[in-house]
T-cell receptor, first 114, second 112 residues
Framework: DAMVIQNPRYQVTQFGKPVTLSCSQT?????MYWYQQKSSQAPKLLFHYYDKDFNNEADTPDNFQSRRPNTSFCFLDIRSPGLGDAAMYLC?????????????FGPGTRLLVL | QQQVKQSPQSLIVQKGGISIINCAYENTAFDYFPWYQQFPGKGPALLIA?????SEKKEGRFTISFNKSAKQFSLHIMDSQPGDSATYFCAASPNAGNMLTFGGGTRLMVKP
């Protein structure tokens, strides 16, 4: 089955220790998104890649970076995690970069910062 | 103008009842309105979507009602089942560029 896979499902890191979350997709979609979702809140878009073009949301902190080495994989790097960065991180994909395309979400990685 | 306001935040319905979740928006450029369903520990998944050229769209037990003049849309779940217990997000998008704007979410619990 075509899908969006996120690893790990749970990640524990220490305050200030860099952490990388990974996402892969078998849908061959052009766009990959990273969202942050805190408890009982809506997903908040951090950035997205349209092919190799990186698009950062204006209010995404510099602490968050992303890499997309190929169509299938995308990584979220948090350079110096703070306690406020504890959240569920969702990866999603779509064929084209408009809000009118269905977005397919992965199961998420829950990040805990100690 | 980018906000989508969703209510209620939580909802408890008896099995077999009707669940109703409402959303309102301000941006008149929005013209695509999807609903996403999210189960605990899972990512959101598209449930049903509507464009403003129709006032209602039905898929099985799920219906979206759309009121363009009032800038409101709602999700109705008929014959609600315990398996429908999840968080529901409405969202909106303009017809060109830009991303989805999500509502705040509604946690639905259907009691057996």
């Amino acid at each position: 089955d075509a899908m969006v896979i996120q690893n790990p499902r749970y990640q524990v890191t220490q305050f200030g220790k860099p952490v990388t979350l990974s996402c892969s997709q078998t849908l061959n979609h052009n766009v990959m998104y990273w969202y942050q979702q805190k408890s009982s809140q809506a997903p908040k878009l951090l950035f997205h890649y349209y092919d190799k073009d990186f698009n950062n949301e204006a209010d995404t902190p510099d602490n968050f970076q992303s890499r997309r080495p190929n169509t299938s994989f995308c990584f979220l790097d948090i350079r110096s995690p703070g306690l406020g960065d504890a959240a569920m991180y969702l990866c999603a994909t779509s064929r084209n970069p408009t809000g009118q395309e269905t977005q397919y979400f992965g199961p998420g990685t829950r990040l805990l910062v100690l | 103008q980018q906000q989508v306001k969703q209510s209620p935040q939580s909802l408890i319905v008896q099995k077999g009842g009707i669940s109703i979740i409402n959303c309102a928006y301000e941006n008149t450029a929005f013209d695509y309105f999807p609903w996403y369903q999210q189960f605990p520990g899972k990512g959101p998944a598209l449930l049903i979507a509507i464009r403003p050229d129709v006032s209602e769209k039905k898929e099985g037990r799920f219906t979206i009602s759309f009121n363009k003049s009032a800038k409101q849309f709602s999700l109705h779940i008929m014959d609600s089942q315990p398996g429908d217990s999840a968080t529901y997000f409405c969202a909106a998008s303009p017809n060109a560029g830009n991303m989805l704007t999500f509502g705040g979410g509604t946690r639905l619990m259907v009691k057996p």
